[in-house]
């Protein structure tokens, strides 16, 4: 099929020509021949026809991916604008660090929109994939890593709602990979280098593929291979990630200050150790703690002499990764109406990641391990009048580095059958399945083997008596103990599946009428969805930890882990569709102003087992003024259950410490504190806690409407030597009417503090201890009563007030002719994201309404917040990419420009809002093409990535790991230069 012949919009008909052109070129030319083989666009069933000019589809070629040199789905994605922040990725100031709660490994999430990984739905080649089996929380999300991205066609994008056509999950829109397929006998290899200028990172790979025909050409076999290594980047490597100790200047800038604190944690676990006696389960005398000279002294231990686990030697910023990336399409034409076709994937990587020492810290309120005084090397003076010493703030240095170990496997298997009828019906089936499997294997302390270990009567007993490392005492130990008997492997499994079966038939011409020919699509589809997340015995409550001293018992045996339960969930959906593609003004009824109008009317109904059933309509419309311009417009309906793994999830409790604000509005009105401020930051306000999150039978499906408008202007009046340009502007819009999710126990805690300030009454999801003396005397004076400290908070999962987000999409393609000075292409690609809006709940109403009106003088971010553009460091108003390709004879040269606008991240001592600043990343590539002689069907490319070798901005908010630069926006390393030398035959 001529895809220039139909009415596909210039910009796509010239990225899908270069995708084919480039194709041919590597020697993997297509067989047209192919009598069932059929040219799509993402988005409808229905093949040809003027109602695909609706749809608002961006679609990424060849040149263009080339021109990103990305090596994986994480850096591709990050580089098209049409994509937001990162939530899982492989670094370690996100979720790669001691945290074995968030996706870890070789992992990537994808966000189109920005609405979240969870609206976003990928296919391969039209038909879903399976998601990455471990999430956080509510946050679902395939992993693009696993996708073969390598070698890809394209990347068509469906800039619009695609639940009346693909399934009422798709909210932002559909990724549609689109791989090579059918190519004729052919092969190609490349072999790739690359490394970061001042860094540990490299990369290698070896990618290829072969195509292969047979049964004089009725039959084909297409494979494309990936096999890549890549060592790991340091924490080292870059400043910003190579220390704790960093200091912010006036102007919000950051300095190197080895003495400085501000990123360590509230309860700061320390090698020195902090010591108390017990007598009768009373503490006895003052704390101790062991200083550099060795001594066993009282007092609370010194800033000085908290760890930096970031410069530890050795700890990783990025992993280890080894991956290897197989996947294969085949088709065998069994008559001239009737193919068979398959697909095959395989994707398996690992990940070693180095973690810093273990911190000694139970998950739950008051958790503790005690030392026998019998014990070996318990000092004298911590064994008089003592029948137990408690060990607080412990933090073993003396291990070394912890492994972390992630090994993720992604299968893909189709087999279906297409065919066509005599009175011109297209028909297609096909059976998929696709399993998704995660180990998580992490070195950490075992509770019960550290208490055994450190309270044995030999010398054989772990010893944390002897310090740390005077000459460096925020980094190791100087006379390490063997752990080995209780730093131990804990390993979590996770596994998901995806089966479907589909049937769909169309037909371009089923009907005739005045206008012309109305297409038609239908179609029925079942699929069965399935996750499982099996936790070590260590975490999830089959082995506990219980105190000898107190007989506390601590739900988690594992050190820094609340107790997480084991997840098994599944689900059916059954779906029908149908489609319409109705021409209403034909060019020949001679209208003026209105060469053509079409329509695409769809609808799509799903049947839940466990979610309910749902119908959902689209209706689309493209109205083309004149050859040059197209208007285009689109109304449609979604609908998303919630994730298998937070359905099933029932109550999971969480440990963590958490700041106290009505204790601080008494302190503030008392006078020990200035302000707000100064008192929320302060440890004697803050207290372990735990949080409960439960997931109530009464959440409900979440349903959506989105909307979009725009245009496409191709001016066919320019002369030929003017190139060919085409400029598309689309606006968007989509409205969650009732979203997932809590409103976070941190603000249940301030609903708290409103409601004993302002009513008089208390939240009842915030369960306290009763006020002990020193809670009287903190409330004496300020003319509230007294609480006592947190027992736990619970958190519940509802359908939250609706989420509106909105925006522009800018396109521009402009395509030089072929002349002496070769052939130019500018692409470029912006989105501005102008409104996330969430309407607060009635809680967080009431909380910064008495803020507003001085009722509750506390300070809190975001509540009052109309539009979220630009704030929480993950949302920035503006994204774009602008890519320029020049091709001259054997040479083809690339330049790309990626840019992330400003957000704001946290703020400065005095409140005001601490602006990040936006980004612009270079990156340029050289190729060589030898289309003769010797070394025909070569190419050798050399490029760099970020070529002006800049740095993330910071924000002034860090995470808790101390490097505070936005992971989820920014990548960390410098300059990176890489080699390609390919073969095609």
């Known amino acids: 099929m001529d895809v220039c012949a139909t009415h596909t919009p210039l910009a796509l008909c010239a990225l899908l020509a270069s995708g084919a052109l480039h194709a041919a070129d590597a020697g993997g030319e297509r067989n047209d021949e192919a009598p069932l083989e059929e040219v799509t666009v993402v988005g409808s069933h229905i093949a040809g026809g003027g109602a695909a000019e609706a749809l608002s589809v961006a679609t990424v070629g060849k040149d263009e ?50 609405l979240g990984s969870v609206y976003t739905l990928l296919l391969i080649n039209g038909r879903r994939t399976v998601q990455h089996p471990i999430s956080s929380g509510a946050a679902t999300s395939y992993n693009a890593n696993a996708m073969p991205t390598f070698g890809l066609d394209r990347i068509d994008l469906l800039l619009d709602g695609g639940a009346a056509v693909y399934g009422s999950d798709a909210v932002a829109g559909v990724v549609n990979l689109v791989t090579p397929s059918n190519r004729a006998d052919s092969g190609g290899v490349k072999l790739q280098y690359g490394s970061v200028q001042s860094g540990h990172r490299e990369d290698a790979s070896l990618e290829g593929f072969v195509g292969k025909d047979f049964a004089d050409g009725r039959g084909n076999v297409s494979v494309q291979y990936e096999f890549a290594h890549r060592t790991a980047q340091l924490n080292s490597d870059q400043w910003f990630t190579a220390t704790d100790g960093r200091r912010e200047l006036d102007d919000g800038t950051f300095v190197l200050d080895p003495t400085a604190t501000p990123f360590a944690q509230t309860f700061a676990n320390t090698a020195w150790g902090a010591f108390q006696r017990y007598n009768n389960g009373v503490p006895v005398g003052p704390a101790y703690y062991i200083n550099q000279q060795g001594q066993l002294v009282t007092g609370a231990v010194p800033t000085s002499l908290r760890p930096d686990a970031r410069a530890e030697p050795g700890v990783t910023e990025t992993p280890a990764i080894k991956r290897g990336n197989l996947f294969a399409t085949a088709r065998f034409d069994l008559t001239d109406n009737l193919e068979v076709f398959g697909e095959l994937g395989y994707f398996k990587s690992k990940a070693e990641a180095k973690l810093s020492g273990e911190f000694v810290t139970l998950g739950g309120v008051d958790n503790y391990i005690h030392i026998r005084p019998d014990a070996y090397w318990v000092p004298e003076a911590l064994r008089q009048g003592a029948d137990a010493i408690r060990l607080t703030n412990y933090y073993v240095a003396d291990y070394g580095l912890r492994r972390l170990d992630v090994d993720n496997d992604q299968s893909r298997a189709l087999a279906g059958l297409r065919g066509s009828t005599d009175g011109g ?52 130990d100087a006379t390490p103990s063997d752990a080995t008997s209780f730093i131990q492997p804990t390993t979590r499994e996770g596994t998901s599946e995806l089966a479907l079966w589909d049937f769909k038939i169309d037909r371009p011409d089923a009907f005739a009428w005045y206008a012309g020919d109305i297409g038609v699509a239908a179609g029925v589809e079942y699929r069965y969805e399935s996750r499982v997340d099996d936790r070590d015995e260590n975490i999830d409550g089959t082995v506990q930890y219980v105190d000898w001293y107190t007989g506390k018992v601590a739900e988690s045996n594992f050190f820094t882990h609340s107790a997480s339960p084991d997840i098994e969930g599944s689900r059916n959906v059954k779906s029908v569709f149908a489609e319409l593609a109705v021409p209403l003004v034909s060019p020949e009824h001679g209208i003026p102003l209105i060469k053509s109008f079409d329509a695409q009317l769809a609808g799509r109904y799903e049947d839940y087992s466990d ?22 417009g689109s109304l449609s309906g979604g609908f998303r259950a919630p994730g298998l793994e937070l359905a099933n999830s029932g109550t999971i409790w969480r440990f963590g410490g958490s700041a106290d604000p009505v204790r601080c509005v008494a302190l503030v009105r008392r006078g020990v504190f200035t302000n707000y401020n100064t008192c929320i930051s302060n440890a004697v306000v803050r207290y372990q806690t735990n949080t409960a999150t439960t997931y109530g039978d009464d959440v409900e499906p979440e349903t959506t409407k989105q909307s979009s408008y725009g245009f496409v202007f191709e001016p066919e009046f320019l002369p030929e030597g003017a190139g060919r340009i085409s400029l598309g502007v689309d606006v968007w819009k989509v409205e969650v009417e009732n979203p997932i999710g809590t409103i976070g126990s941190g603000n249940e805690l301030l609903y708290d503090a409103y409601l004993r300030v302002v009513e008089g009454t208390s939240n009842p999801l915030v369960v306290r201890a009763a006020p002990t003396a020193s809670d009287i005397a903190q409330f004496e004076g300020s003319g509230l009563d007294p609480v006592g400290a947190f027992q736990y908070v619970e958190t519940k999962y509802g359908n939250l007030q609706p989420l509106t987000v909105s925006g522009v999409d800018f396109s521009l393609s402009w395509r030089l002719p072929e002349s002496a000075w070769g052939s130019f292409a500018l692409l470029v ?55 320029l390709i020049w091709s001259y004879a054997d040479w083809t040269v690339r330049l790309r420009d990626n840019y992330i606008g400003s957000v704001i991240s946290g703020a400065y001592g005095d409140g005001r809002p601490y602006v990040v600043d936006a980004t612009h990343r270079w990156a340029l590539s050289v190729q ?50 890489y080699l390609n030398v390919s073969k095609g035959w």
């Open 611 to 632: 979610a309910g059933d749902v119908a959902k309509p689209k209706l689309a419309v493209a109205w083309r003024m004149v050859d040059s311009l197209l208007l285009r």
């Open 65 to 114: 991916i080339d021109s990103i040199g990305a090596t994986n789905g994480n850096e591709l994605f990050r580089s098209l604008p049409q994509f937001g922040d990162v939530a899982f990725t492989e670094k370690s100031s996100t979720n790669q660090g001691r945290n074995s709660n968030a996706p870890r490994g070789d992992v990537s999430s994808i966000n189109l929109r920005n």
């Open 829 to 883: 690609n912006v989105s501005q994201l102008k409104e996330y809006k969430q309407q607060k709940s009635l809680e967080e109403q009431a909380i910064a309404a008495a803020i507003s009106s001085g009722q509750l003088d506390i300070v809190a971010q975001g509540l009052g917040a109309a539009n979220e553009v630009g704030l929480n460091g993950q949302k920035p108003e503006w994204r774009g990419s602008a890519a």
């Open 425 to 476: 019906w297209r028909w297609e089936s096909a059976l998929l399945y696709s399993r998704a499997q995660t180990t998580d294997v992490q070195e950490g302390g075992i509770a019960t083997a550290f208490s055994e270990a450190v309270n044995r009567t030999d010398a054989s007993a772990y010893n944390p008596f002897n310090g740390g490392n005077p000459a460096n005492p925020r980094i190791g």
């Open 928 to 977: 060589k093409e030898f289309k003769q002689g010797l070394f025909e069907g070569s190419a050798v490319e050399v490029g760099s990535r970020n070529l002006f070798d800049e740095e993330p901005p910071l924000g002034a908010t860090p995470a808790s790991t101390g490097s505070n630069y936005l992971s989820s926006l920014h990548e960390s390393f410098g300059r990176y230069l």
